[in-house]
């Protein structure tokens, strides 16, 4: 039973460049998260879908970022540019309930912006 | 408001001691909790949950959690620790509005030694 896909597992990339990760859920989950981690500030949720309708953005840090899900089935979170700062590893998550619900993690996306 | 707080950034133990990792929340009514680990390099994964039903929950690898009304907490214990429970362990709590937002704690970083 596949789990949740992200892809790439790492990008090392310039300051300026657009970057995009990319999420697959687990099948008839109809919840989708974003997470960022970092050792400054641990676990921020960034954006969060439901039934691919994106229900609070508040945690997207500003507007060089923009997330999407335009099936059930895909998800990309994107840097437009991409900031030194920005470096971290990136969650996605899926649940089949919104609330309290279970959060079936990726296993990240390593972001390195020099 | 709802927060929860990690009382050990770092526990360290013997291999086939007990562990006790400890979490205290604030809410201003029966919340949801959780436990998740995150093992190096990969996702995070549910240990448990509470949902207001049995105040101890068992969860995988021999972890259980206590529900304490009274002092707040929501400690995870487990009898015997084994190499493989070296991990970064996270208590959750669920706020009540259905929002999505989990609330993370700082997180603990469980180092078992041999």
């Known amino acids: 039973d596949a789990g949740v896909i992200q892809s790439p597992r790492h990008e090392v990339t310039e300051m300026g460049q657009e970057v995009t990760l990319r999420c697959k859920p687990i099948?008839?989950?109809?919840?989708l998260f974003w997470y960022r981690q970092t050792m400054m500030r641990g676990l921020e949720l960034l954006i969060y879908f439901n039934n691919n309708v994106p229900i609070d953005d508040s945690g997207m840090p500003e507007d060089r970022f923009s997330a999407k899900m335009p099936n059930a089935s895909f998800s990309t979170l994107k840097i437009q540019p991409s900031e030194p700062r920005d470096s971290a590893v990136y969650f996605c998550?899926?649940?089949?309930?919104?609330?309290?619900?279970?959060?079936?993690f990726g296993e990240g996306s390593r972001l390195t912006v020099l | 408001a709802q927060s929860v707080t990690q009382l050990d950034s770092h526990v360290s133990v013997s291999e086939g001691t007990p562990v006790l990792l400890r979490c205290n929340y604030s809410s201003s009514y029966s919340p949801s909790l959780f436990w998740y680990v995150q093992h190096p390099n990969k996702g995070l994964q549910l240990l448990l949950k509470?949902?207001?039903?049995?105040?101890l929950v068992k969860g995988i690898n021999g972890f259980e959690a206590e529900f304490k009304k009274s002092e707040t907490s929501f400690h995870l214990t487990k009898p015997s620790a084994h190499m493989s429970d070296a991990a970064e362990y996270f208590c959750?709590?669920?706020?009540?509005?259905?929002?999505?937002?989990?609330?993370f704690g700082q997180g603990t970083t469980l180092q078992v030694k041999p």
């Open positions: 099948s008839g989950h109809n919840s």
């Open positions: 998550a899926s649940s089949p309930s919104p609330f309290p619900g279970e959060l079936f």
């Open positions: 509470y949902t207001s039903a049995a105040t």
């Open positions: 959750v709590v669920s706020p009540l509005s259905n929002t999505g937002k989990l609330i």
